[in-house]
T-cell receptor
């Protein structure tokens, strides 16, 4: 059983640009959640996808969007990048969207916006 | 509005002694709590969890205690080992919810000295 993987590991973008981050969930996990972790803070929930539909969203603007595909892969897209978007982005997969399920995290993508 | 708080940014203990990490929460809807450990350049790794119907859960060297009336939980590590040195996050969720989103604290950096 493979774990959760993310790509790329690091990314540097310029303010105003767009970025796509990718995640591959554990096989059989039909739920993926995305989190943003700023320096010195805990991860903050961005949104969750369950069976390819958005299933809950945190306090993030619409320029943060996502996709989930049938092959257990998913994407986080951020448009019109701002300096404050610089953070570690984590995806986490779980068996389903039931509250209380353990979530299995990938290593993250470190995004730097200059 | 920080719903989950870890008020100690860091903790240093001697190898073999007990490590106690604390976490407070404000939302009474939370009924499932998890602890994650994070090493640098890796994603958070699930450690142990507890449901609100229990007040204690034990797994080897790790024990989590929950005091619902005080809205407080703690993680005890006995005996502490140098390999336990990492950032520890507590997280909370509402099992009655249909997203299972996790609300994280800010983290506590544990250093176990040989």
């Amino acid at each position: 059983e493979t774990g959760v993987t993310q790509s790329p590991t690091h990314l540097i973008k310029t303010r105003g640009q767009q970025v796509t981050l990718r995640c591959s969930s554990q096989s059989g996990h039909n739920t993926v959640s995305w989190y943003q972790q700023a320096l010195g803070q805990g991860p903050q929930f961005i949104f969750q996808y369950y069976r390819e539909e958005e299933n809950g969203r945190g306090n993030f603007p619409p320029r943060f969007s996502g996709l989930q595909f049938p092959n257990y892969s998913s994407e986080l897209n951020v448009n019109a990048l701002e300096l404050d978007d610089s953070a570690l982005y984590l995806c986490a997969s779980s068996l389903d969207a039931v509250g209380g399920r353990e979530q299995y995290f990938g290593p993250g993508t470190r995004l730097t916006v200059t | 509005d920080q719903q989950v708080k870890q008020n100690s940014p860091s903790l240093s203990v001697q190898e073999g002694r007990i490590s106690i990490l604390n976490c407070d929460y404000t939302n009474s809807m939370f009924d499932y709590f998890l602890w994650y450990k994070k090493y640098p350049a890796e994603g958070p790794t699930f450690l142990i969890s507890i449901s609100s119907i229990k007040d204690k859960n034990e797994d080897g060297r790790f024990t989590v205690f929950l005091n619902k009336s005080a809205k407080h939980l703690s993680l005890h590590i006995v005996p502490s080992q140098p390999g336990d040195s990492a950032v520890y996050f507590c997280a909370a969720s509402a099992q009655s919810g249909n997203t299972g989103k996790l609300i994280f604290g800010q983290g506590t950096t544990l250093q176990v000295k040989p």
